[in-house]
Structure formats: structure tokens, C-alpha cells
């Protein structure tokens, strides 16, 4: 119901979310009590809400959020926000990504999304996430923040499916501290692991950022632009 963020869901949508193709005998009496039961939830979450959120219309339900504090929602609008103020205030952009990756507890929808709408809303949730945290990190890595942001980059880069804008954001950190062979560490890493799960080298943006750390890049010393060197060729 959250996925559908104050749209109507027909019953049939709901019963195919909950059942998928195999749905129980008395359908309707078994989608009804799965209503009440979310009803009594809600209404713990919120005694002092006079009226009920999920309200039955012709063909379906509803869930009202007028007024209410939804971490997804505010999450996106943060993130919309942030982007607004990137290239102008990393500091303040950095400040709202913080505050909204807070808000994340674990996976959306808690792990239990069952039906495939909610299989999808949580995917682009997860896909915002890490939009997120990739401007988080170029957001302070432009305000001299590398050395902060090293150990959370490696457990990111480790703990992630591939991702080498992630690795190459650990490779500029690195540099910045001083620590150009396990920059170039981690590029190694990054290709060997790509190579085995993938099998594909890395993109020319990596390959350009290795080729930089080499070279010793004037783009690569804290508080310059790093973000040029994805679209100038060395």
C-alpha cells in the first residue's frame, strides 16, 4: 500500500500483490481480514489519528497520507533537494544526504516486499540510495572530506554488487591521504573481481582514473575538481 503512495489499488491488484497466481479459497474474506489487521496497526502507530487511513472505495482501497511522515518520502524529496544544491553548496548537500541516509534502517519495505509493484518500488528505492551516497561522497570529496569517508567507501565498495563509481571515489580518498598504492590497490581489486563475476574489463573512466594516480593528476590534490577527470581522457 505505501509502494502506491495514495493511489487506489483494485482489489484484484492487491490479491495478485499478496497471492501472485495461487490465491486462498474466500479471497475476499481473506484480503478483508488482511485489511483489518493492517487497520489495527495503523491505528497503533497513530492513536490520536480521529479517522482511518485505509479507506474502502468502489473497486479497491486506498492509503491516505495527508499529514503523515513516510521515511521513503522524505528520503526522495531530500535527495531531489540535494541535487538541486550539488554543484553550488557541496556542504549543504552533503548535510541534507546525511540526514535522508539516516532515515535508512535496513532494506525497504523491511525485507518484506512480497508482490512484484513492491518488488519494484523497493528496487528504485535502493537504486535512490545509492544515487544518494555516490553524491554524498563526490559531494565530500569536493570539501576535503577523503579521509573521513575512507573506512564507510571500502565497506561499501567490498559489501556492493560492483560498482565502480564507488571504487573510483575510494581511489581519489586514497590518493588524497597519501596512500597511492592501495589506490591502485583497490582498482586491481575492482578488475580482478569484474573480470571473475562479470567478465568484462572496467570502464575507460576507472582505467583513466588508475592512469591518473599514476601520472599524479593535478585534478586528484584535495579540493580540486575530481569529477573532471570522468570526462577528460589522459
Same mark, same amino acid.
Given at each position: 500500500?505505501?509502494?502506491? #503512495?495514495?493511489?487506489?489499488? &483494485?482489489?484484484?491488484?492487491?490479491?495478485?500483490?499478496?497471492?501472485?497466481?495461487?490465491?486462498?479459497?474466500?479471497?475476499?474474506?481473506?484480503?478483508?481480514?488482511?485489511?483489518?489487521?493492517?487497520?489495527?496497526?495503523?491505528?497503533?502507530? *497513530?492513536?490520536?489519528?480521529?479517522?482511518?487511513?485505509?479507506?474502502?472505495?468502489?473497486?479497491?482501497?486506498?492509503?491516505?497520507?495527508?499529514?503523515?511522515?513516510?521515511?521513503?518520502?522524505?528520503?526522495?524529496?531530500?535527495?531531489?533537494?540535494?541535487?538541486?544544491?550539488?554543484?553550488?553548496? =557541496?556542504?549543504?548537500?552533503?548535510?541534507?544526504?546525511? #540526514?535522508?541516509?539516516a532515515l535508512?534502517?535496513?532494506?525497504?519495505?523491511?525485507?518484506?516486499?512480497?508482490?512484484?509493484?513492491?518488488?519494484?518500488?523497493?528496487?528504485?528505492?535502493?537504486?535512490?540510495?545509492?544515487?544518494?551516497?555516490?553524491?554524498?561522497?563526490?559531494?565530500?570529496?569536493?570539501?576535503?572530506?577523503?579521509?573521513?569517508?575512507?573506512? *564507510?567507501?571500502?565497506?561499501?565498495?567490498?559489501?556492493? &554488487? @560492483? !560498482? #565502480?563509481?564507488?571504487?573510483?571515489?575510494?581511489?581519489?580518498?586514497?590518493?588524497?591521504?597519501?596512500?597511492?598504492?592501495?589506490?591502485?590497490?583497490?582498482?586491481?581489486?575492482?578488475? !580482478?573481481?569484474?573480470?571473475? #563475476?562479470?567478465?568484462?574489463? @572496467?570502464?575507460?573512466?576507472?582505467? !583513466?582514473?588508475?592512469?591518473?594516480?599514476?601520472?599524479?593528476?593535478?585534478d586528484l590534490?584535495?579540493?580540486?575538481?575530481?569529477?573532471?577527470?570522468?570526462?577528460? =581522457?589522459?
Amino acid at each position: 500500500m505505501l509502494s502506491a #503512495e495514495g493511489q487506489m489499488l &483494485s482489489t484484484g491488484s492487491l490479491v495478485t500483490e499478496l497471492w501472485g497466481d495461487d490465491p486462498p479459497d474466500r479471497v475476499e474474506n481473506a484480503l478483508q481480514a488482511h485489511v483489518s489487521r493492517l487497520r489495527r496497526k495503523l491505528q497503533a502507530i *497513530e492513536p490520536d489519528f480521529a479517522e482511518t487511513r485505509l479507506i474502502a472505495q468502489a473497486g479497491g482501497y486506498r492509503l491516505t497520507l495527508a499529514g503523515a511522515k513516510i521515511d521513503a518520502m522524505v528520503f526522495t524529496r531530500a535527495l531531489a533537494q540535494a541535487r538541486l544544491t550539488a554543484e553550488t553548496d =557541496p556542504t549543504e548537500t552533503a548535510y541534507r544526504l546525511r #540526514e535522508a541516509l539516516a532515515l535508512w534502517q535496513g532494506p525497504a519495505f523491511g525485507g518484506a516486499a512480497i508482490g512484484l509493484a513492491a518488488q519494484a518500488a523497493a528496487v528504485r528505492l535502493d537504486e535512490c540510495r545509492l544515487a544518494a551516497l555516490q553524491l554524498l561522497f563526490d559531494s565530500e570529496l569536493r570539501v576535503g572530506l577523503h579521509t573521513a569517508i575512507i573506512p *564507510e567507501l571500502t565497506e561499501l565498495v567490498r559489501a556492493e &554488487s @560492483p !560498482n #565502480e563509481r564507488l571504487c573510483e571515489q575510494l581511489m581519489v580518498a586514497l590518493y588524497r591521504c597519501g596512500r597511492q598504492t592501495d589506490a591502485l590497490g583497490v582498482y586491481r581489486w575492482m578488475r !580482478n573481481r569484474m573480470l571473475e #563475476e562479470l567478465g568484462i574489463e @572496467p570502464s575507460p573512466v576507472l582505467r !583513466n582514473h588508475e592512469r591518473a594516480i599514476l601520472a599524479h593528476h593535478p585534478d586528484l590534490q584535495a579540493r580540486q575538481d575530481h569529477l573532471a577527470l570522468r570526462d577528460s =581522457p589522459l
